[in-house]
């Protein structure tokens, strides 16, 4: 079974703009591709889990969040980086557009997404690891098995700030930081 890393995008691995709805608004952080390579040369499969509430509230189309995905897919595969796949939930509770009004298991903190990603490429979550801006990301890793890493990047900042966090919480600075920490402990 393979290792993997499961990123969180939006404050993450692009600046978040709130809803991302323009191929123009979509800023890489200057380490994200570097990061990814440097993953990948490490033997991990790397997959996006994101949170597309936008989608439900119709501010966002599916076919521009495949767009988008696609657009960022050819600027890692320039880099020399390789995502392996996009996973997106489009679904809310609360959502305005019925066919996308639902509490799944896929929106995190719940573990849809990620447990997708492990049957569709044999990933072994203990030796895994999910890193995002949000403490909701890290829950996921709780409810995988898998190592969470809060980046101070996006919301990372108020979060990491919050009373109450997990005790046991990995904070770092970005996701370049948190790929140090990653292959650190892969070493080890």
Known sequence: MRSAVFLDRDGTINEDVGYLD????LTLFPWSIDAVRLLNAAGFCVV?????????????????????????????????????????????????????????????P?????????????????????????WSDVAVARNIGATGILVR???GVTQAAQAGRPADAIVAADLMAATVRILAEAEG
Do not use: W
Request: aromatic content about 10%; overall charge neutral; glycine content about 10%.
């Open 22 to 25: 323009r191929l123009e608004r």
């Open 48 to 108: 996006v889990l994101t949170n597309q509430r936008g989608v439900a509230t119709g501010v966002i189309s599916e076919e521009f969040v495949d767009t988008l995905h696609g657009e960022m897919r050819d600027r890692f595969s320039t880099g020399g980086a390789s995502i392996e796949r996009f996973y997106y939930c489009p679904h809310d509770a609360t959502a305005p557009i019925e066919r996308y009004r639902r509490d799944c298991s896929c929106r995190k």
């Open 110 to 134: 719940k573990p849809g997404m990620a447990l997708q990603a492990i049957d569709d490429f044999g990933i072994d979550p203990t030796r895994s690891f999910v890193v995002g801006d949000r």
């Open 153 to 155: 990047t996006g919301y």
